[in-house]
C-alpha cells in the first residue's frame, strides 16, 4: 500500500506563487496532481512519469510545473500566476503504470489527502 503525504496548499492573492509537494513511500511508477472545485469534476493537471516525462492539462500548461525528486519519492507541483479559477482542493496520486500518456489521462491507484489552494482576486 503506498501512501501520499501532501503539503503546501493555502492562500494567495491572484498572480501569486504556491508550491506543492507530496511524498510517497512505496515504489511507484507515475505521480500527478489533479484538482477539484465545488461542483466540478476531478481534473487531471500534471503527470510525471519515473522516466521524466511530463503531461500537462491546457488550463495550466506555462503556468505550472511538476518535477519530482526520485531520491526522496516527492513529487512538486510549481503555481505561478494563478488566478481565482484555481482555487480548488489538489490531490496527489500515484500508480505502477501512467497515469498520463498521449493526451489521455488513467485512473490512479493511490490518492493523497488533498490539500486546499484559494486564490483570491
Known amino acids: 500500500q503506498v501512501q501520499l503525504v501532501e503539503s503546501g496548499g493555502g492562500s494567495v492573492q491572484s498572480s501569486g506563487s504556491l508550491r506543492l509537494s507530496c511524498a510517497a513511500s512505496?515504489?511507484?511508477?507515475?505521480m500527478a496532481w489533479f484538482r477539484q472545485a465545488p461542483g466540478k469534476e476531478r481534473e487531471g493537471l500534471a503527470a510525471?512519469?519515473?522516466?521524466?516525462?511530463?503531461t500537462y492539462a491546457d488550463s495550466v500548461k506555462g503556468r505550472f510545473t511538476v518535477s519530482q525528486d526520485n531520491a526522496k519519492n516527492t513529487l512538486y507541483l510549481q503555481m505561478n500566476n494563478l488566478k481565482p479559477e484555481d482555487t480548488a482542493m489538489y490531490y496527489c496520486?500515484?500508480?505502477?503504470?501512467?497515469?498520463?500518456?498521449?493526451?489521455?489521462?488513467?485512473?490512479?491507484?493511490?490518492w493523497g489527502q488533498g490539500t486546499q489552494v484559494t486564490v483570491s482576486s
Open positions: 496520486a500515484a500508480a505502477i503504470h501512467p497515469i498520463a500518456s498521449r493526451g489521455t489521462w488513467h485512473q490512479p491507484l493511490y
Open positions: 512505496g515504489y511507484i511508477y507515475s
Open positions: 510525471i512519469d519515473r522516466d521524466g516525462r511530463t
